[in-house]
């Protein structure tokens, strides 16, 4: 039976990770938002790049401590953990704009009041052309005629705009009176162009009578289309009720151009235009409708301020969309078709900055305050980050390199109980508990002697090693060199971000000479160490490089380590977003040069498979073709800067492994390893004779 990646997760949750926020808090799904905790396995949500991508962990733990409330100029706040990594740009002078904005991952307790938050203004574009409309119910016999679909025309946006802001489904008088669900809409007097607007357009799309009910002392004139099957379809799409209505995620993804004839019927039904003054505002107590319309105004470069009305007796908590900058009211005006007025006021100046992919929103206000209780986080699938009501926040790479591990396992379709995970100490530390197979958390730089132990003590399992570059190639490195020399059966994969990443930043063994991340005062000092090369020096016999990011190649990496007999090193590229502000994810995407052309980034990074590169050393060949690939090894391996090679770059078939080594002196060894071999009986009792080992050991 083929194995799936969750038979190799663990019900443990993580109770470390690299920054949290408070349930309640809402992140950006598609087709919605939801707070944190009712976010799933699968639930796509928004990330820095403006798409929608699969979330791959749900993480919860324990928080004590301080957390930071950064409030945005517009947009909202969220709450986090100090250590959180945000998409921000550091503000260059306090009293104007920056006239370039170089966005970083800063953690929560180093932003400042004045800073900008990167917010992405969503891209992903779905173009649908029609609605399916709900099966008629077999008892619904009053029902007229409908079509199968409904298409999504100019007309039909702003039908369910008017629908959303001024519209409900009336399901008692059918009850009452044995009469068809019906859907309603209520508006002014004064607003009859709005009233004759939805009589043509519910004629032409569906062929039905609008009966209208006036209303004189309310001022009112109320609309009934009568169509149980229509109703319950508006129903499913928008919602009933003010405070559940929602815009159904096909229109969420229309391109922004579609959209307006949406914002059109929206606004005309809530919302509110000043006619002279630039200020305009969308009142609403649904709050997914909200961040919904949120959204749909950054489409169209515009940035609504956010507010919040606390609930009083007799009326529920409410929001408001306020559009105050003359910049914004005045694409609005665009988009509603009104016309500009001579005597308008300029309004106040833009507080933010719409650029092509994000909005730039200044901090107004940080605090802090003591917090005992529960925090989640999320791990996201390419882009690892996800997006809250103000803020881009961020996850570390770990994360990536587990479920690359998880999927790897379950490709080779393994059995967990023949598998066994070790770390050392680190941010990679806990991965054995996240992996449902057999696994230790051993001692800082002694994650090789444990695994090493355990493939020798039983040859039949599958050993992986798991740590960080601090951890491995530090106070490890002797254990590095003597477990290639070896060339023991084990995998070893290499968290490498050139920084001590749980012990707040310092530089780690591979940071180079001269570098300075933000967490260090000067530049590093030391020499930074080349792993590759340190691998090919002490007798690994397969070592390759991969991205934390490309989890699709990450896996196929570790699926050969696994199944290469002898000694295999992964050497795993992998941005640190709290410290390592050098080496991002940016970085490694070329997104700091462009092609002159195309305007698209240039990637750092390139896969050797794709260039025909051959890492084989075989049986047969010369000692001149040995070298040959050798030195091959060696180009690719100080090749670093604007090109950087990831791929299997050695696979040395002739060296025989330890295990095979052992064998030739012990026959025995395959078919009873000490795992194997039976040291008591039933009751406990040893049958290894020792007293002749201890005699040996007395001191006279």
């Excluded at 796509?44 to 993480?59: A, I, K, N, P, S």
């Excluded at 009053?142 to 039909?156: H, M, N, Q, V």
């Excluded at 109320?222 to 169509?227: A, G, K, P, R, V």
């Excluded at 790897?408 to 508990?433: Q, W």
Aim: hydrophobic residues 35%; aromatic residues 8%.
């Amino acid at each position: 039976m083929a194995r799936k990646p969750q038979d190799f997760k663990t019900p443990v949750h993580n109770n470390w990770c690299p920054g949290c926020v408070l349930p309640g808090s809402l992140i950006h799904t598609n087709p919605d938002v939801k707070p944190i905790e009712a976010i799933q396995e699968g639930d796509r949500v928004l990330g820095w790049d403006g798409h929608y991508h699969r979330v791959t962990e749900v993480f919860s733990h324990r928080h004590q401590g301080p957390m930071y409330r950064i409030r945005a100029k517009c947009l909202g706040e969220t709450v986090l953990t100090p250590e959180h990594p945000v998409l921000i740009a550091k503000r260059h002078h306090p009293k104007r704009h920056n006239d370039r904005f170089d966005l970083t991952w800063e953690r929560a307790d180093q932003i400042k009041k004045g800073d900008y938050l990167a917010y992405p203004i969503p891209s992903e574009v779905l173009s649908v052309t029609a609605l399916p409309l709900l099966e008629r119910k077999s008892q619904d016999r009053r029902s007229a005629p409908l079509p199968g679909s409904i298409p999504i025309t100019p007309e039909f946006l702003r039908l369910a705009g008017y629908y959303i802001a001024e519209g409900w489904i009336d399901h008692r008088s059918a009850a009452k009176d044995h009469l068809e669900a019906s859907i309603c809409f209520a508006f002014h007097k004064k607003e009859q162009a709005f009233v004759h607007e939805i009589e043509r357009i519910i004629t032409r799309l569906f062929g039905l009578r609008v009966f209208k009910l006036e209303k004189p002392k309310r001022n009112t004139v109320e609309l009934y289309i009568h169509s149980s099957r229509l109703a319950r379809a508006f129903k499913e799409w928008f919602g009933d009720g003010a405070a559940n209505k929602q815009i159904p995620h096909e229109l969420m993804l229309l391109p922004p151009e579609q959209q307006r004839e949406l914002l059109k019927g929206l606004w005309r039904g809530d919302g509110w235009i000043h006619p002279t003054r630039a200020r305009a505002s969308y009142r609403t107590i649904s709050k997914k409708l909200r961040e919904q319309l949120k959204i749909l105004l950054l489409r169209q470069g515009i940035v609504p301020s956010v507010y919040t009305e606390p609930a009083r007796p007799g009326h529920r908590e409410a929001y408001t969309l306020f559009v105050t900058s003359q910049r914004d009211v005045t694409r609005l005006r665009e988009i509603l078709e009104l016309k500009r007025h001579a005597k308008r006021s300029a309004g106040k100046p833009p507080s933010t900055i719409v650029g092509q992919n994000f909005v730039m929103v200044p901090v107004a206000k940080i605090e802090t305050f003591e917090y005992d209780g529960p925090v989640w986080n999320l791990e996201v699938e390419e882009v690892h980050s996800y997006v809250s009501e103000c803020a881009t926040l961020h996850n570390c790479g770990d994360f990536g390199i587990l479920n690359a591990v998880q999927m790897a396992l379950a490709e080779l379709d393994l059995d967990p109980h023949r598998v066994a995970v070790f770390s050392g100490i680190g941010c990679s530390g806990k991965t054995p508990h996240y992996i449902n197979t057999y696994g230790i958390h051993t001692l800082h730089g002694r994650v090789l002697p444990y695994a090493t132990g355990a493939k020798l003590a039983n040859p039949d399992l599958t050993v992986i090693a798991v740590g960080g570059d601090g951890d491995g190639l530090g106070i490890g490195a002797g254990h590095f060199v003597n477990a290639g020399r070896r060339n023991v059966d084990i995998t070893y994969i290499l968290h490498n971000n050139g920084v001590y990443g749980l012990t707040k930043g310092q530089a780690s063994p591979t940071l180079k000479l001269g570098m300075q991340t933000k967490s260090l005062p000067q530049p590093n000092i030391n020499q930074g160490v080349n792993p590759l090369f340190l691998a090919l020096a002490a007798g690994y016999t397969f070592i390759a490089r991969s991205y934390a990011y490309d989890i699709k190649h990450l896996v196929s990496t570790i699926k050969q380590a696994i199944a290469h007999h002898g000694s295999a090193f992964i050497d795993v590229l992998q941005p640190c977003p709290t410290y390592n502000d050098i080496n991002t994810r940016e970085w490694y995407g070329g997104e700091d040069r462009k092609d002159p052309q195309t305007g698209k980034a240039l990637p750092r990074v390139y896969k050797l498979e794709e260039e025909g590169y051959d890492p084989y050393i075989k049986e047969g060949m010369s000692q001149a073709e040995v070298e040959a690939k050798i030195n091959r090894f060696i180009e690719k391996a100080l090749e670093w800067g604007d090109r950087i090679p990831i791929g299997v770059l050695l696979k040395n078939e002739t060296t025989p492994s330890y295990e095979a080594r052992v064998e030739q002196r012990i026959p025995f060894y395959r078919e009873r390893p000490p795992a194997k071999q039976t040291i008591a009986d039933e009751q406990g009792c040893p049958l290894i004779e020792l007293t002749k080992f201890f005699e040996e050991l007395r001191v006279t």
